[in-house]
T-cell receptor
Framework: DSGVTQTPKHLITATGQRVTLRCSPR?????VYWYQQSLDQGLQFLIQ???????AKGNILERFSAQQFPDLHSELNLSSLELGDSALYFC?????????????FGPGTRLTVT | QQQVKQSPQSLIVQKGGISIINCAYE??????FPWYQQFPGKGPALLIA?????SEKKEGRFTISFNKSAKQFSLHIMDSQPGDSATYFC????????????FGQGTRLTINP
């Protein structure tokens, strides 16, 4: 158990809908990262937050957005869902400063868009 | 230049043998190279990692070999066990600045009993 929690575990929704994925980082970690895992694209970085501020952006679609709250949990919002958005979404966390850059992954949320 | 190339895609090794997975990177700014192990239905778990100031790091049966001039690194699993059967991902990132992990495509490892 990495100490990173994600809810829900599974999500089934229809095209055009909007969903919110939630992540709680390990105790003491200030950085949260979101990754998407699909069969054709592999593991792809989406976005990073550090202590509430956006730090880095990857290939995140404009239909997707994220935020990190004062209690350091993070939410990934996916809107106008398409079939191709079906994937595993992972959250990872790290201390995010100094020599502490190891990222620990949560169990993921499996999103199925029908 | 952000790519990390991993090979082989799949690997079958007999119990007790040595499993070797290779990765190559382009971006010389990368200075942190972790390996992750993923079981079906689970998130990637950090296995072992290396910085470019050393050429080898060993933790139990797992060893990373790093060749800075060739921009390559590899994972060796000694005395491979059926419980090691999983998908392995190499990754690379920059410790300072954007710490996003760039992953290889993964290697599905099967250890035959």
């Amino acid at each position: 158990d990495s100490g990173v929690t994600q809810t829900p575990k599974h999500l089934i929704t229809a095209t055009g809908q909007r969903v919110t994925l939630r992540c709680s980082p390990r105790s003491g970690d200030l950085s949260v990262y979101w990754y998407q895992q699909s069969l054709d694209q592999g593991l792809q970085f989406l976005i990073q937050y550090y202590n509430g501020e956006e730090r880095a952006k990857g290939n995140i679609l404009e239909r997707f957005s994220a935020q990190q709250f004062p209690d350091l949990h993070s939410e990934l919002n996916l809107s106008s869902l398409e079939l191709g958005d079906s994937a595993l979404y992972f959250c990872a966390s790290s201390v995010g400063r100094g020599d502490n850059y190891e990222q620990y992954f949560g169990p993921g949320t499996r999103l199925t868009v029908t | 230049q952000q790519q990390v190339k991993q090979s082989p895609q799949s690997l079958i090794v007999q119990k007790g043998g040595i499993s070797i997975i290779n990765c190559a990177y382009e971006n010389t700014a990368f200075d942190y190279f972790p390996w992750y192990q993923q079981f079906p239905g689970k998130g990637p778990a950090l296995l072992i990692a290396i910085r470019p100031d050393v050429s080898e790091k060993k933790e139990g049966r797992f060893t990373i070999s790093f060749n800075k001039s060739a921009k390559q690194f590899s994972l060796h699993i000694m005395d491979s066990q059926p419980g090691d059967s999983a998908t392995y991902f190499c990754a690379a990132s920059m410790v300072w600045g954007a710490q996003k992990l760039v992953f290889g495509q993964g290697t599905r490892l099967t250890i035959n009993p």
